[in-house]
């Protein structure tokens, strides 16, 4: 057995969602909408099917669909991409995720990685053969400081692995926090491997933009998008990579053996969902914007501290702000959650789940992805817990 995968528990987001099965609670752990997702896209995607759009296609993607990024891509973020060299469909980010980390790290190469961080990411890297170098951030707003990237960063760094807006926290990082991010990646020559899976889920009108376009960065980054997060629609196993043609080479070498492709249904679907109007996203944004906000002050008005969420489906709650004097390491947001889906009958999630080391343990993760009854439902179960 290999043990980096024997001695893995079972992902978070599998056990919070088996507890909230058996203790029939409100699911605001997992991260998946209560919205089944845009009606025509699905109904392409059922179209498709019954029209033969069953066989394999293209390795590296259906045209129509790798036609379809490059214009929206272009429209969103400004950037220009070319389809036939730039422009990989797979099946979902996770799989562009371990591609990326097992065609480009070697043994013993260095890589950059930031906690609280998705949980599969330092799996892929240890099995790739890469040497974790961890950056920890912190509670309010999860800052990378120059300090901490000299911790990490040196001449064996092969690759950063950044997620951006940041699964957990709700992040979007500004400008000035990315240029200081690229500006490492430039002056030490690593790769960027950049999952910006959540990059349409952004709120309070911010414009989202992508690592690869920083000065320097466009031939050294690898951009990962995923219809699931695009659409509302988690299930969807879609995913879209971005990269110069060199680095695209050695990206499609491990699509080939890992997946090869992905079901031609729901790329045509994907690839006419892509290019709806403008108003389709900003409402989506608007949206989630609102059950954002009225999850928050629902929290807010129980007495909980609230972290500031700008995009994701998620915003955490800081058990260790709320005005008690305890110290931070004296929370359990691992016992916190398991007492409150058994109690309380509400799932969320330990933030110190995203930790491999080190953990702040007093932060805990809600979906807000939700319709307002299951919001209510969930504020109605957390009354006087706070
Ligand atoms: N990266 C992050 C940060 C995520 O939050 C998720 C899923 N929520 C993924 C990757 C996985 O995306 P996919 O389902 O397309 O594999
Ligand atoms: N990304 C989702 C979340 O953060 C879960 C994905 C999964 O279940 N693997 O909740």
């Given at each position: 057995l290999n043990p980096i995968y024997a001695g893995l528990p079972t992902t978070i987001f599998e056990v919070m969602s088996g507890l909230a099965r058996t203790h029939e609670a409100v699911n605001l752990g997992q991260g998946f909408p209560d919205d089944p997702g845009p009606e025509d896209v699905r109904r392409k995607a059922a179209e498709a099917v019954v029209d033969g759009w069953n066989q394999y296609p293209p390795m590296m993607g259906l045209p129509e669909l790798r036609h379809a990024a490059t214009a929206h891509y272009r429209h969103w973020q400004g950037l220009e991409l070319d389809p036939d060299a730039e422009v990989m469909v797979t099946s979902g980010a996770t799989e562009a995720l371990a591609g990326a980390l097992f065609s480009l790290i070697e043994p013993g190469d260095e890589v950059v990685l930031f906690q609280p961080l998705y949980d599969a990411y330092l799996p892929l890297v240890q099995r790739a053969g890469g040497i974790p170098r961890l950056v920890r951030l912190e509670p309010p707003f999860w800052a990378m400081t120059p300090e901490k990237l000299d911790q990490v960063f040196s001449e064996r760094t092969k690759l950063v692995l950044f997620n951006n807006p940041q699964n957990p926290t709700g992040v979007v990082y500004d400008r000035a926090q990315m240029q200081l991010l690229a500006d490492y990646c430039v002056r030490f020559n690593a790769y960027a491997v950049c999952d910006e899976v959540w990059e349409h889920v952004v709120f309070d009108g911010l414009t989202f933009e992508p690592?690869?376009?920083?000065?320097?960065m466009r031939e050294r980054t690898v951009k990962i998008s995923s219809a699931g997060k695009i659409f509302g629609m988690t299930g969807w196993k879609v995913g879209l990579v971005f990269a110069a043609p060199p680095l695209m080479k050695v990206l499609s070498k491990a699509h080939q053996f890992l997946t090869f492709t992905t079901p031609p249904n729901l790329q045509a679907a994907v690839a006419y969902g892509l290019v709806k109007p403008d108003d389709y996203f900003t409402t989506m944004r608007a949206g989630l914007q609102r059950s954002r906000d009225r999850l928050a002050t629902g929290l807010k008005g129980l007495g909980f501290e609230v972290l500031p969420s700008r995009g994701t489906y998620f915003l955490s709650i800081d058990l260790a702000a709320q005005g008690n004097a305890r110290e931070p390491n004296a929370f359990d947001d691992e016992a916190f959650c398991l007492d409150l889906v058994k109690t309380r009958k509400v799932a969320a999630i330990p933030v110190s789940a995203f930790y491999a080391e080190d953990a702040v343990k007093s932060v805990v993760r809600f979906c807000f992805a939700k319709h307002d009854a299951t919001i209510d439902r969930a504020l109605a179960h957390l009354a006087d817990l706070a």
């Amino acid at each position: 057995l290999n043990p980096i995968y024997a001695g893995l528990p079972t992902t978070i987001f599998e056990v919070m969602s088996g507890l909230a099965r058996t203790h029939e609670a409100v699911n605001l752990g997992q991260g998946f909408p209560d919205d089944p997702g845009p009606e025509d896209v699905r109904r392409k995607a059922a179209e498709a099917v019954v029209d033969g759009w069953n066989q394999y296609p293209p390795m590296m993607g259906l045209p129509e669909l790798r036609h379809a990024a490059t214009a929206h891509y272009r429209h969103w973020q400004g950037l220009e991409l070319d389809p036939d060299a730039e422009v990989m469909v797979t099946s979902g980010a996770t799989e562009a995720l371990a591609g990326a980390l097992f065609s480009l790290i070697e043994p013993g190469d260095e890589v950059v990685l930031f906690q609280p961080l998705y949980d599969a990411y330092l799996p892929l890297v240890q099995r790739a053969g890469g040497i974790p170098r961890l950056v920890r951030l912190e509670p309010p707003f999860w800052a990378m400081t120059p300090e901490k990237l000299d911790q990490v960063f040196s001449e064996r760094t092969k690759l950063v692995l950044f997620n951006n807006p940041q699964n957990p926290t709700g992040v979007v990082y500004d400008r000035a926090q990315m240029q200081l991010l690229a500006d490492y990646c430039v002056r030490f020559n690593a790769y960027a491997v950049c999952d910006e899976v959540w990059e349409h889920v952004v709120f309070d009108g911010l414009t989202f933009e992508p690592l690869m376009a920083l000065p320097g960065m466009r031939e050294r980054t690898v951009k990962i998008s995923s219809a699931g997060k695009i659409f509302g629609m988690t299930g969807w196993k879609v995913g879209l990579v971005f990269a110069a043609p060199p680095l695209m080479k050695v990206l499609s070498k491990a699509h080939q053996f890992l997946t090869f492709t992905t079901p031609p249904n729901l790329q045509a679907a994907v690839a006419y969902g892509l290019v709806k109007p403008d108003d389709y996203f900003t409402t989506m944004r608007a949206g989630l914007q609102r059950s954002r906000d009225r999850l928050a002050t629902g929290l807010k008005g129980l007495g909980f501290e609230v972290l500031p969420s700008r995009g994701t489906y998620f915003l955490s709650i800081d058990l260790a702000a709320q005005g008690n004097a305890r110290e931070p390491n004296a929370f359990d947001d691992e016992a916190f959650c398991l007492d409150l889906v058994k109690t309380r009958k509400v799932a969320a999630i330990p933030v110190s789940a995203f930790y491999a080391e080190d953990a702040v343990k007093s932060v805990v993760r809600f979906c807000f992805a939700k319709h307002d009854a299951t919001i209510d439902r969930a504020l109605a179960h957390l009354a006087d817990l706070a």
